[in-house]
């Protein structure tokens, strides 16, 4: 299914009764309908711990998934998104906000901007469904910086004659600007000029249901458009995101845990702006196993099933060719001891395949001693993304024998 195209994405039930309010609202031009939308459908959005709501997606490559961490979804925002940047507050700041949903990112930004800085802020956010955005204009705000987004928001819906009364009060402050862009974020991003942003805040659904803005092709757009000193920011630990940053010449770190077991993960062109290395064992995996293979989208306009199925026939290929299997974790166990026989020989004979002999042999303790500078505070010198490539190129050697 393309649900790129239809642009259909929230659960289907408040769908349908968003667009029905703002096609009525088009013909009676009757405020009350969406003064009174809250109150009368608030079930169908879903109330997070913090207080702020969010609302559940439709159906996406079989799975459901809601907008915001349960934790909180306004938290979420500054907790992923503001706090690991380190923005020069006397200077003008630029913002890209991908996936921008019901605009609390963008917000947070407001609020954290509002409070630090004298200087002109612009935004760009970016989404694919009017109706959630539209949805960004029904739900109470979470903080009063939403306010100013929902007056952005409401304007460009007026402006594209989905919304039709201008009901938002809340004046833009002058030195904030704030443009929404509704459609694919990718075709968005090949329009935006070199150089140009502070920070970009990417939060799409999980990796299944969204592989098309994840890939590598899409940061290498971010890699065009970030400053060298900028942050991308975005909620995933997952392997083939991180190995698609660093493919697309980005150095990586740990980002914040919010709501979720592990961190999530930043990315620089700038090495000193990203305080913390990854977990050592994913480092590893994103080296050396065919996880680390990331999303392509070429033309960047493929399919989310596409993209998901030909990252699955690479990861094929590349098993025991350039890749050590990552079937039972295969690579984490170099340089151990192992005393599960069983599990040792699976091991085992997935690295033989790769010309490495046994978790203790000279090849195996020669890839992972790169892992022997490990610090979890990382420099401009010492870091994952260095350890990563490194680890890369003596499996490399290995298996060609060199
Ligand atoms: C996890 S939610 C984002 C929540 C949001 N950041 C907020 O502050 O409320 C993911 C959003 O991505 C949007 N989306 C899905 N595919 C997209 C695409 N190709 N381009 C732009 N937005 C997309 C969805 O409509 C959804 O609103």
């Given amino acids: 299914m393309s649900y790129e195209n239809s642009a259909r994405?929230?659960?289907?039930?408040?769908?349908?009764?968003?667009?029905?309010?703002?096609?009525?609202?088009?013909?009676?031009?009757?405020?009350?309908?969406?003064?009174n939308f809250?109150?009368?459908?608030?079930?169908?959005?879903?109330?997070?711990?913090?207080?702020?709501?969010?609302?559940?997606?439709k159906e996406i490559n079989h799975k459901v998934e809601t907008l915001h961490t349960s934790t909180g979804a306004i938290s979420e925002s500054f907790e992923k998104f503001i706090k690991p940047m380190k923005f020069n507050?006397?200077?003008?700041?630029?913002?890209?906000?991908?996936?921008?949903?019901?605009?609390?990112?963008?917000?947070?930004?407001?609020?954290?901007?509002?409070?630090?800085?004298?200087?002109?802020?612009?935004?760009?956010?970016?989404?694919?469904?009017?109706?959630?955005?539209?949805?960004?204009?029904?739900?109470?705000?979470?903080?009063?910086?939403?306010?100013?987004?929902?007056?952005?928001?409401?304007?460009?819906?007026?402006?594209?004659?989905?919304?039709?009364?201008?009901?938002?009060?809340?004046?833009?402050?002058?030195?904030?600007?704030?443009?929404?862009?509704i459609e694919d974020a990718r075709q968005t991003v090949q329009k935006l000029k070199d150089n140009t942003y502070d920070a970009i805040f990417l939060d799409p659904f999980s990796q299944n249901m969204a592989p098309e803005l994840f890939s590598l092709e899409f940061f290498r757009q971010f890699r065009r458009v970030i400053k060298d000193d900028g942050i991308v920011a975005t909620y995933t630990s997952a392997a083939p995101?991180?190995?698609?940053?660093?493919?697309?010449?980005?150095?990586?770190?740990?980002?914040?845990?919010?709501?979720?077991?592990?961190?999530?993960?930043?990315?620089?062109?700038?090495?000193?702006?990203?305080?913390?290395?990854?977990?050592?064992?994913?480092?590893?995996?994103?080296?050396?196993?065919?996880?680390?293979?990331?999303?392509?989208?070429?033309?960047?306009?493929?399919?989310?099933?596409?993209?998901?199925?030909?990252?699955?026939?690479e990861r094929h290929l590349a098993r025991h060719?350039?890749?050590?299997?990552?079937?039972?974790?295969?690579?984490?166990?170099l340089g151990d001891e192992m005393d599960d026989e069983k599990l040792k020989r699976r091991v085992e004979r997935n690295l033989l395949k790769m010309n490495i002999p046994s978790t203790t042999s000279p090849e195996a303790f020669y890839i992972v001693e790169v892992e022997d500078s490990y610090t979890e505070k990382q420099d401009e010198k010492n870091n994952s993304t260095n350890?990563?490539?490194?680890?890369?190129?003596?499996?490399k050697k290995i298996k060609e024998g060199n």
């Fill in 9 to 35: 994405i929230i659960n289907d039930d408040i769908f349908d009764l968003v667009n029905e309010l703002f096609a009525r609202e088009k013909s009676s031009k009757n405020i009350e309908d969406r003064v």
């Fill in 38 to 57: 809250f109150d009368t459908y608030n079930n169908y959005f879903v109330l997070t711990d913090d207080g702020s709501y969010s609302i559940n997606s």
């Fill in 89 to 181: 507050y006397d200077e003008d700041i630029a913002i890209l906000d991908i996936c921008a949903g019901l605009g609390y990112n963008s917000s947070a930004a407001i609020d954290d901007f509002m409070k630090n800085s004298n200087a002109n802020l612009t935004i760009d956010m970016v989404e694919i469904s009017k109706a959630t955005l539209a949805c960004g204009l029904l739900v109470p705000s979470p903080i009063p910086a939403h306010d100013i987004t929902k007056k952005a928001i409401e304007d460009e819906l007026i402006k594209q004659n989905y919304a039709t009364l201008s009901l938002e009060e809340c004046e833009i402050p002058e030195n904030i600007d704030i443009n929404v862009f």
């Fill in 241 to 313: 995101i991180r190995a698609g940053f660093i493919e697309a010449d980005f150095y990586i770190g740990l980002g914040p845990i919010f709501g979720r077991k592990q961190g999530g993960t930043l990315a620089s062109p700038n090495p000193s702006m990203l305080d913390t290395s990854l977990p050592k064992n994913d480092e590893i995996r994103i080296a050396l196993s065919d996880v680390g293979i990331p999303f392509r989208d070429p033309g960047l306009n493929n399919s989310s099933e596409f993209i998901l199925e030909s990252r699955t026939e």
């Fill in 321 to 333: 060719n350039t890749k050590i299997s990552s079937a039972v974790k295969t690579p984490i166990f």
């Fill in 387 to 395: 350890r990563i490539l490194e680890m890369k190129k003596r499996l």
